[in-house]
């Protein structure tokens, strides 16, 4: 029998939840999404899902897209119009919230870059009714506009989202809590990426860091800042250190 990926681990998953998951590359991030969705079965312990639930799945494959098929097969399936938050709207004025052209939505799958492959499949997914959203790795491929897309998107969606990522502009833009695989443990954290930096545990010789780890009652009244700063922004701000540090150089090589 091999290593447990996932042991002594339980969570409460409300309506509304944003939650991130973190961790490297094979450490079971993906198990865990599969388990929570009963897609596999855990040796031990249980996974109860609420009644009514209506899955969107933006998966890390690709893999619901048809090739051979435009872009406006792909996520009309043939009609003119689709239905988007039990609305009806016009395929060619979808799509062009998706940054395509008119010109561009006869195009075959085969023939788009990554990006626009990605597009396409968020275009997709957001035509499906659901309650809970799952997305791994969302952010591959995505150019800022696209991501800034992406963002107004979920900030608007009504229902539950899980989110795997490794981007921790997205991340900390996004979820309300971070359940993260690290040093063999699987722990829950309140908000977002750097939120976790924040809270997780230390060995420093001055005292030692609690976990976050959240209750219940701190779940539902876990709120977004107004004040966060949207991705480009934050990507921006990430720059500005390495920015005035080159300023700098050329400033002193100009009065040397």
Do not use: W
Not at 11 to 26: A, M
């Amino acid at each position: 029998a091999g290593k447990p990926i996932i042991s002594d681990f339980s969570t409460l998953i409300l309506r509304g939840d944003r939650i991130g998951i973190l961790g490297p590359n094979g450490c079971g991030k993906s198990t865990l999404l599969k388990l929570l969705l009963k897609q596999i079965d855990a040796h031990t312990g249980k996974v109860n899902i609420g009644t009514k639930l209506e899955i969107a799945y933006f998966d890390q494959y690709r893999s619901i897209l048809n090739d051979d098929e435009s872009i406006r097969n792909n996520v009309g399936e043939g009609g003119d119009y689709v239905k988007v938050n039990n609305k009806p709207r016009h395929i060619v004025a979808y799509l062009k919230d998706f940054l395509f052209s008119p010109n561009q939505i006869d195009t075959p799958v085969s023939a788009l870059s990554g990006g626009e492959r990605n597009r396409v499949l968020l275009a997709k997914v957001f035509t499906k009714p659901s309650n809970l959203l799952i997305l791994d790795e969302p952010t591959n491929d995505l150019d800022i506009e696209t991501l800034e897309l992406l963002e107004q998107l979920l900030a608007n969606y009504q229902g539950t989202i899980i989110l795997v990522s490794h981007d921790r502009y997205f991340m900390n833009n996004i979820v309300t809590s971070t359940i993260v695989f690290e040093n063999n443990t699987v722990q829950e954290y309140v908000g977002g990426y750097d939120d976790y930096l924040m809270q997780r545990p230390t060995s420093s010789a001055g005292g030692k860091s609690e976990p976050g780890r959240m209750n219940n009652s701190q779940k539902k009244v876990q709120k977004k800042s107004a004040a966060k700063l949207n991705y480009k922004e934050q990507r921006e701000l990430a720059a500005l250190p390495q920015l005035i540090e080159s300023l700098e150089s050329k400033h002193s090589g100009l009065i040397g």
